[in-house]
């Protein structure tokens, strides 16, 4: 391994046990670095709108990538396209903190991801299960978060997708050595990372949640099933009172194991973003599909 | 036996007490609360957000009990984040437990593409090199008279101790070497 991708392994280490916002603007990012995000995650529409909104997500303006840079000192990560190398270059050159490879943007390219290898920036990608992280994680990917099913306020897919990587990990730490050349081959992933899973029993990355999370307990309920942190994207600013879901958000993350102080933390904050059923979602509308 | 706490509110926590697990005759404790807090003999405060940290700790109230502790005597080692949140004055920014006479410059190296590591030996720590890892770091751009200075690197103080409280802008836990656990667990 690079010293590079050490160190991009590192910078996630120390947003473990921490929540990373979406925001949309200047004043949204303020508002999270004042509630206790670790990171922002700098975009032109939640993942909520641009479910309604339809049509093809791109990666944001520069314009506004930069502004929100320049108005917070936590660090500051943006999305690309899957696929879309040149995207990845220009957020390279701004500067950003980290990359998301994101489904939640429409893909770029529907059959190979970024070869993460190539840029120094690091990179978070979305997984649904133990191959899909893997093979992210062999083509550079320095963190790794589920992708649940984003802008749907609606936790069940982020559930599935963490206890079906944890479950396949414990499966792995089981496994006598013969059987992992052909779990790699069943689940497409790289044999030397499956080797390394075995031996560890955990990914070699850090990894979050994301994908739903709308609610304090949602979050200690990630983190309970073995996330290292999460992600909350719509969930924050479509609620009644961002600034105070903020907090208790960052507070359930951290607290997750003590129901004393979640009860405290979830309690009069208002109307949460609307929730919308996966089942009522078509099957090419899901985000979570997209990926290779 | 001693019971070595680590803040673990948010960061680099978990690697922190591998290492320290590692370590004979010492007992490592994660602390999140009040009485966890008073229950340590030293604290080490991790890398990570140091304003997520910094407001979990004021809302979570073990901020005064901190500042009481550390004021008592309570040994602090604070690895980057943890440097700043005991610093005095943070550029452009207002400080947290203000209980050390040193200026902090965050991200003074710039973003993550910035983040280095490298290898250099600092005497108070032992005589062979120190692998040190520089992740968003900060640096400390002026120390008061009752700091000493430990090591630096291009020009910028990186490690300082004042009394019993011991600060790196790097991160020993991200490495396999125990020598500032060791230098820390004697101050």
Not at chain 1, 239 to 260: E, F
Request: glycine share 10%; charged share 25%; proline share 5%.
């Amino acid at each position: 391994m690079t010293e590079r991708m050490e160190l991009n392994r590192n910078l996630a280490q120390m947003l473990k046990g921490g929540v990373i916002m979406d925001v949309t603007n200047v004043e949204e990012a303020k508002i999270a670095e004042e509630a206790g995000a670790v990171a922002v995650m700098a975009l032109e529409r939640v993942p909520s709108d641009i479910r309604k909104d339809g049509g093809v997500a791109r990666m944001s303006d520069p314009k506004m990538i930069k502004e929100i840079k320049a108005a917070v000192s936590i660090p500051v990560m943006a999305k690309v396209r899957i696929g879309h190398i040149v995207e990845a270059q220009i957020l390279q050159e701004l500067g950003v903190d980290y990359i998301d490879e994101s489904e939640v943007l429409t893909p770029a390219d529907e059959m190979y991801h970024i070869d993460k290898h190539l840029f120094p920036v690091p990179f978070v990608c979305g997984a649904r299960n133990l191959g899909e992280a893997l093979r992210r994680i062999g083509e550079g990917a320095s963190m790794m978060r589920t992708k649940g099913e984003a802008g749907t306020g609606n936790v069940v897919e982020a559930v599935r997708h963490m206890r079906t990587i944890m479950s396949q990990i414990r499966q792995l730490v089981n496994m006598p050595s013969e059987e992992l050349m052909t779990f790699a081959k069943e689940n497409g992933a790289p044999y030397e990372l499956v080797v390394k899973v075995a031996k560890n029993g955990k990914l070699p990355v850090v990894n979050f949640s994301a994908g739903g999370i709308a609610t304090p307990a949602d979050a200690a309920l990630m983190m309970q099933l073995g996330s290292e942190g999460v992600f909350v994207g719509s969930g924050i600013f479509r609620s009644a009172n961002p600034a105070k879901r903020a907090r208790a958000i960052v507070m359930a993350t951290t607290y997750y194991n003590d129901p004393k102080v979640l009860a405290e933390v979830s309690a009069d904050l208002g109307e949460a973003m609307p929730g919308l059923e996966i089942a009522s979602i078509a099957e090419d509308q899901t985000f979570a599909k997209r990926g290779w | 036996m001693e019971k070595i706490g680590v803040l673990a509110l948010q960061g680099s926590f978990a690697e922190h007490l591998q290492i320290l697990g590692r370590i004979p005759g010492i007992e490592a404790t994660a602390v999140k609360t009040i009485d966890e807090l008073n229950a340590v003999d030293r604290l080490i405060l991790p890398g990570g957000e140091s304003t997520a940290i910094g407001k979990l700790l004021v809302k979570t109230g073990m901020f005064p009990v901190l500042r009481q502790r550390i004021g008592e005597g309570l040994p602090v080692w604070g690895t980057c984040a943890g440097l700043i949140l005991l610093a005095h004055e943070i550029v452009g920014e207002t400080p947290y437990l203000d209980v050390m006479n040193i200026t902090v410059r965050r991200n003074a190296y710039g973003s993550q593409l910035d983040s280095f590591c490298c290898e250099q030996i600092i005497p108070a720590f032992g005589s062979d090199p120190l692998p040190l890892v520089f992740i968003r770091a900060p640096w400390i751009e002026k120390a008061g008279q009752e700091v000493e200075v430990l090591a630096g690197h291009d020009g910028r103080i990186i490690a300082a101790k004042q009394g019993r409280l011991l600060v790196t802008s790097f991160h020993p836990e991200l490495t396999d070497d125990k020598k500032v656990y060791n230098y820390f667990l004697r101050l």
